[in-house]
């Protein structure tokens, strides 16, 4: 049996899967003050009555990190930045806590100059002296050699609280991009121990002893416990389990739009050709650019729960969630209100949601019905626009997918899957809008649940190999070693294939969903003087792909 947990922003679901049939599925209000309480609640609920010890994996969706960013609840954090020549100080700095020092390296990884350990000890006094707790080390070109951040780093070991490297964010280059990973992952780093420390314990407590793993951003998986090294790669949680659950529900092989209606936005996602797609640099949150693989998905602030209210001659909705819909005692009328009131539901008490309704049809000057179906239409064409704009900004570059680059591809989507708690009242309204077939697949209301319970673990791995240095860096898992002058293409492809596969069996992953490829595989001859090749230099970067470890299967199926 599988475990899936979505902690969402308004309601917290669970389902338990048994031989890939959905067997029990659970809802709680979520407590943002407390998500742990919505993790019991709904966990007790799905296991009651079952043998714990038949319980194979636990895996759950968090809006922990996320929202932690998104509202401003981060610990403070000093920067210390070697970047050589380049941009000025002043555009990498993120906050007032950013010092950068002398030393760098350039872009073959060759040390230009070495960092003075006074330098460094003077700004851990001043980081000290304002209390912080938590620095992020970040050396432009570290991926390529991550020595000048080791040795700040072993002048800084056992004074702070955490130290983030830049180096361990991503192997690919972007400093900017890098400094902002680097941060957030040192500014959530306290919250998200906490929160898995919180959850270690309550899983301990019920006598479950299964595997813990929590969603990434690429809709992969990792490890509870090795997410720890990499708290940053859970943000973006719940969106990429809408994507893994519509994904785990459907068979379809053609462009589509994918949207999760919840209770306080609607996240959309795009497939091509049946494939999720990816960001290709990483995904910006709270207004910054990251380095963190993730799938491409867009979040608006329009709910079932979302606000409604009449200002200055019309209506308005969202982006902010006072309760819950006023059906079901909420303090103001909510587009779920308005379905009921239409007849689309028949949940929640009618006679709140028209009592709610009635007041702005009265400011409105028009009847409680006509106001409901404005509020159905609204809040659907807030949707549909967001959608076309964001196939817009996607046809108007490179598709990427979670497995290849589609050169030339022109995203067309020919069916909108919807999941979400308004699914199925909304989807007649979306269909008509989109002019394309809406389908609401089975266990809708629980699907991101199913996507994290059923997504395969995945990472990546880049290997960079400088034969003229003598030198191969894996800068994901610190390592940089001494390899000799023959050293081959194919043995720098084993190498890294033979890493990441240690790195994801590491972080949680089985041996037989292993499904590993090379997704950058370049060298370059390294030629001086007249002509005579010196060395080659060689960049190969691996990823177990995001995928799921089996699809759900309809009840009465095989």
């Not at 707790?133 to 609280?161: C, M, Q, W, Y």
């Not at 092989?253 to 306080?264: H, M, N, R, S, W």
């Not at 269909?431 to 609401?440: C, D, G, L, R």
């Not at 629980?446 to 994290?452: D, P, R, S, T, W």
Request: proline content about 5%.
């Amino acid at each position: 049996m599988i475990v899936g947990i979505d902690v969402g922003g308004t309601h917290t679901d669970a389902v338990l899967l048994e031989s890939l049939h959905v067997k029990k599925t659970a809802k709680a209000v979520t407590n943002q003050e407390n998500l742990i309480e919505s993790l019991i609640a709904v966990t007790e609920e799905v296991i009651r009555g079952e043998n714990p010890g038949e319980i194979e994996r636990i895996a759950l969706s968090t809006t922990i990190s996320t929202n932690a960013i998104v509202q401003g609840k981060t610990d403070r954090v000093g920067l210390i930045l070697a970047g050589g020549p380049g941009l000025p100080p002043e555009m990498l700095a993120i906050g007032e806590d950013t010092h950068c020092i002398s030393g760098y390296v350039n872009h073959r990884g060759i040390r230009v100059a070495g960092t003075d350990p006074r330098e460094v000890a003077r700004i851990a006094e001043l980081f000290e002296g304002k209390k912080i707790g938590h620095v992020g080390i970040v050396g432009k070109f570290s991926t390529r050699n991550p020595a000048l951040e080791t040795e700040i780093g072993d002048v800084l070991d056992g004074r702070f609280r955490h130290l983030s490297f830049g180096h361990r964010m991503s192997g690919n280059l972007n400093f900017p991009r890098r400094i902002a990973t680097t941060y957030l992952n040192a500014a959530i780093w306290k919250t998200y121990k906490a929160f898995v420390a919180s959850v270690m314990d309550f899983v301990d407590h019920m006598g479950i002893g299964a595997p813990l793993h929590i969603l990434k951003a690429d809709g992969g998986t990792s490890s509870i416990s090795q997410s720890l090294e990499y708290p940053v790669g859970s943000i973006l949680s719940g969106p990429a389990a809408s994507v893994m659950g519509i994904l785990s529900l459907t068979d379809g092989t053609e462009d589509a739009v994918a949207l999760d209606i919840g209770g306080t936005t609607t996240d959309i996602a795009i497939f091509a050709d049946g494939v999720p797609l990816l960001e290709p640099l990483g995904v910006t949150i709270g207004g910054h650019k990251t380095l963190i693989r993730g799938l491409l998905t867009r979040s608006i602030g329009v709910g079932g729960d979302s606000s409604v209210r009449y200002k200055e001659g019309r209506i308005t909705i969202g982006p902010e969630r006072a309760g819950p819909a006023a059906a079901f005692g909420g303090p103001s009328p909510t587009p779920t209100d308005a379905l009921i009131l239409l007849g689309r539901t028949d949940i929640g008490d009618k006679g709140k949601a028209l009592k709610a309704i009635r007041e702005i049809a009265a400011q409105a000057h028009r009847s409680p019905e006509q106001v409901a179906q404005e509020i159905c239409d609204l809040a659907c064409r807030t949707i549909v626009s967001a959608v076309r704009e964001m196939l817009q900004e996607i046809n108007n570059k490179p598709v990427y997918t979670v497995h290849e680059i589609l050169e030339g591809k022109k995203i067309v989507p020919a069916v909108a899957y919807i999941v979400g708690g308004p699914a199925g009242p909304m989807a007649p309204y979306l269909e008509k809008m989109m002019n394309i077939p809406a389908s609401v697949p089975g266990y809708a209301e629980v699907a991101n649940a199913i996507g994290a319970a059923l997504a395969r673990t995945t990472t990546e791995v880049t290997l960079l190999a400088d034969t003229e240095k003598g030198e191969a860096t894996i800068p994901e898992e610190g390592i940089q070693t001494a390899i000799s002058r023959n050293f081959t293409h194919q043995e720098a492809i084993d190498l890294c294939m033979s890493t990441l596969r240690a790195r994801a069996l590491r972080m949680g992953a089985y041996e037989d969903t292993l499904d590993m490829e090379i997704v950058e595989d370049q060298v370059f001859n390294m030629v001086r003087g007249m002509g005579y090749t010196t060395g080659r230099n060689m960049r190969i970067k691996a990823q177990v792909k995001p995928g799921l470890v089996a699809a759900i299967k309809e009840e009465g199926g095989q």
